[in-house]
């Protein structure tokens, strides 16, 4: 009786994973989980670039080991996350990803000069700054421009899905929208940041200065332009100021110029100009009523 029961009690259960297996929504979900098992959450990946940068920059608050060899350690710990992540969502099938790891890591000392040159834009360009230690800890335009170094560099070296993760997990946070795919100089400053979007395609020269609200996109968005310049290019020495828009990958804006705020611009602008928005501004006085 208890092996009839035993019997009868599996065949339910093979009926009910037979008739779960045979629903296509169950199916379409086991076979997303399949494809996904391995791949480590968007929070682990950013984890893992927060943590390289906590290494470059103890400034941002967490407490290492004292020591050159606790240091190397620490990146050497740093090299193989990204070589399990690089694995994990097998980033290139024909790549050899200890190569990759490595060559990433070797091109970090260039990406820490280059970060520097970015907190030294924004020490002497903001006068709220007082030091480096407040740009490193406070500003979130540091922050998105050393996400998007890293991640820029990882999609340089042919990586896909983990430099998209680290520009939007900065974007999530700071507010700030850098796509990992722009081509950025050096001395990059962005004050406040809130709403700036970088496109793809966009290439801006050194000792750029951008504002809140600035948006570097394109003209088209239809899909046929994947693989085309869509985004503008800013030459050196650029300020652009809250609000301004700048659209297509033919628009030019020369070295030395200034745009103004809300200005809304789809043609190049020659070396030296300086662009603005005119409007009206009025102001009346309210009318006394005789009770005053």
């Known amino acids: 009786m208890g092996s009839s ?3 009868f009690l599996i ?27 391995a791949v480590p959450a968007n929070q682990a990946i950013a984890d893992w670039a927060l943590g390289l940068l906590n290494l470059l920059y103890p400034e941002r608050g967490c407490r290492q080991e004292p020591g050159a060899t606790a240091i190397e350690a620490g990146f ?45 834009a924004i020490l002497s360009g903001d006068p709220a700054a007082t030091s480096e230690f407040e740009v490193i800890r406070c500003y979130p335009g540091f922050l998105a421009i050393a996400l ?4 820029h560099e990882l999609l340089v070296a042919a ?39 970088i496109g793809e395609t966009t290439v801006i020269g050194n000792h750029v200065k951008l504002y809140q609200g600035v948006t570097l996109g394109a003209l088209s968005v239809e899909k046929y332009m994947a ?6 290019t800013i030459g050196d020495h650029v300020i652009i100021y809250s609000g301004a828009t700048i659209l297509g990958g033919d628009t030019v804006v020369g070295d030395n110029c200034i745009i ?29 009523t005789g009770h005053e």
Request: proline content about 4%.
């Open 5 to 7: 029961l035993f019997d």
């Open 11 to 37: 065949n339910l259960e093979l009926i009910e994973q037979s008739r779960i297996l045979n629903n296509t929504f169950y199916q379409e979900i086991l076979n997303r989980q399949a494809r996904v098992e």
């Open 76 to 120: 050497d710990n740093r090299r193989q996350q990204l070589l399990a992540m690089l694995n994990a969502t097998k980033a290139c099938s024909d790549c050899n990803n200890e190569q990759v790891a490595a060559a990433f890591f070797d091109a970090l000392p260039e990406l820490y000069r280059q970060m520097n040159t970015d907190i030294r």
């Open 148 to 151: 998007y170094r890293i991640a």
């Open 159 to 197: 990586v896909p899905i983990l430099p998209r993760i680290l520009t939007e997990y900065a974007h999530s946070v700071t507010g700030i929208d850098i796509h990992p795919g722009a081509s950025i100089g050096e001395y990059l400053y962005i004050d406040h940041g809130t709403g700036l979007v």
């Open 227 to 232: 693989n085309t310049k869509r985004h503008p």
């Open 260 to 288: 103004g705020g809300n200005v809304w611009l789809t043609k190049s602008v020659p070396a030296g100009s300086v662009v603005y928005h005119q409007s009206v501004v009025k102001i009346t006085e309210t009318k006394k």
